[in-house]
């Protein structure tokens, strides 16, 4: 018997970008494990500081007949007026849009749950408003690991606490949290004092085989005696720079703003590749397939190595993974938590760089991904700062490839766990465990509020 699942996914396609991924594959998949996505996204047009690039070619993935409904965006003054009222979450207005959306769905369908999936994190209120409404269970799926992230800068130590109490409520409302590293999960319950009787998860990101058998983009072969590096998605160097103004405590806002906790970003950047680089004794080319800031281009153009460099600027999802594939090494940066312990953050292109079976350096801290990487036997891992070793390691895969002799053996078996089939099948055996555990409530019909700004 095949059940519905209200999906709410702010991020969605035609948007492009890294962020869209998740929900994409799961709504691909989930009809093969019984499950029919009612998905509710955002039309795209909001002002709200993540990318608006378009990608129409990932649309070609949903089964045909799935069913999405774009909310429509408020207008930029009144966007506006909701960041400024809630800086901790720039998104924030689309709770009330994506509730009205929801409730049409509801009339017309019989779903057997909810899932929000996060960021914007205020996304959870709408499932618990529709969780009030239905007695629907509840499944809170988080990207990313909100008031723990410690990417996170917020004005006030207030914002930063008010975020936490925001956090905590939600999580206390939800019947099955899913983190998407185990080491974020583990700070869950490490940090939220949560009923036993909810659930709470690992399901990482990952990568869908059907990306790389099935890819018509065709690129360039690097030339023999030269190592290729690709680079996919963004870099942080504009965030990297705030965080060296906060933490140096430079004009009296940096006094008063509060991280979650001091970290390195330039490890995320390509700063360090780029000394690496220098160092080096090889020929290599560096391709960068995604956007780029200013910050990224005046570092990048003001490099000694810029000949070495080719930026292509965002790309097709198809194209990006044909790029990944003529790599010889894959570059892997992470940012670098200063107190010495592992990131809760694993970059999502990790998974894609794993299903791509070529070579990786991963630079950054301990922690899930570059456990990921070792696990998989997929290529080195350093710290995010380690120049020299890294500029070896850059002579040794040039060898290796002049040699002809790889330096890594992927373990297949290792990375099929990281398939977005597979993981999407983990997700499936959730909700049939968590809606036998919460059985539904019937509850009266909701009433009809006249038409709503939605597109099918």
Do not use: C
């Not at 689309?94 to 749950?113: I, Y």
């Amino acid at each position: 018997m095949t059940r519905s699942l209200l999906y709410l996914s702010y991020l969605f396609p035609p948007r492009g970008g890294a962020g869209v991924q998740r929900s994409l594959k799961f709504a691909k998949y989930l009809p093969e494990f019984n499950w029919k996505p009612l998905i509710i996204a955002n039309g795209a047009l909001a002002s709200d500081g993540v990318t608006q690039m378009q990608d129409n070619t990932l649309l070609r993935d949903l089964p045909q007949g799935t069913i999405i409904r774009y909310t429509q965006d408020e207008t930029k003054l009144q966007n506006n007026f909701r960041r400024w009222l809630n800086r901790t979450d720039s998104s924030a207005w689309w709770v009330k849009p994506a509730v009205k959306t929801a409730q049409q769905l509801l009339r017309e369908h019989n779903p057997s749950a909810i899932l929000v999936t996060m960021s914007p994190f205020t996304g959870a209120e709408a499932g618990i408003q529709l969780k009030r409404e239905t007695n629907l269970p509840l499944i809170l799926d988080l990207r990313d690991p909100w008031a723990l992230d410690e990417t996170k800068i917020y004005p006030t130590p207030l914002h930063a606490w008010r975020d936490m109490a925001a956090m905590s409520s939600a999580l206390h409302h939800a019947d099955l949290i899913i983190m998407n590293t185990p080491q974020s999960a583990q700070a869950v319950r490490n940090t939220f004092n949560l009923p036993d009787s909810t659930r709470i998860i690992s399901l990482t990101n990952g990568f869908d085989e059907d990306d790389f058998t099935t890819t018509s983009a065709q690129v360039p072969a690097a030339d023999p005696d030269t190592l290729r590096i690709v680079h996919t998605g963004l870099f942080h160097s504009e965030w990297a720079q705030i965080w060296d103004d906060l933490l140096a405590h430079r004009g009296l806002i940096n006094k008063i703003k509060h991280p979650r906790r001091p970290i390195n970003l330039w490890t995320r950047t390509p700063d360090y590749l780029l000394d690496a680089m220098q160092r080096a004794t090889g020929k290599f080319e560096l391709v960068l397939v995604g956007e780029l800031t200013p910050a990224d281009k005046l570092m990048l153009e003001s490099s000694p190595i810029r000949d070495k460099i080719k930026n292509l600027g965002y790309r097709s999802h198809d194209e990006s993974v044909a790029w990944l594939k003529s790599a010889d090494l894959l570059f892997l940066p992470n940012h670098t938590p200063l107190d010495g312990g592992p990131a809760l953050i694993v970059p999502g292109k990790t998974y894609e760089y794993l299903g791509a079976r070529r070579p990786i350096l991963a630079m950054g801290p301990p922690g899930d991904m570059r456990n990921f990487i070792r696990d998989t036997n997929t290529g080195l891992t350093l710290d995010g700062d380690d120049v020299s070793a890294a500029a070896e390691a850059l002579n040794q895969f040039h060898r290796a490839k002049l040699a002809g002799e790889p330096l890594y053996h992927p373990d297949y078996e290792s990375i099929s766990r990281f398939e977005r089939r597979n993981l999407t099948q983990q997700l499936a055996a959730e909700l049939d465990k968590i809606t036998a555990a919460v059985p539904h409530r019937p509850t009266a019909p909701l009433p009809h509020r006249g038409t709503l700004a939605t597109q099918s």
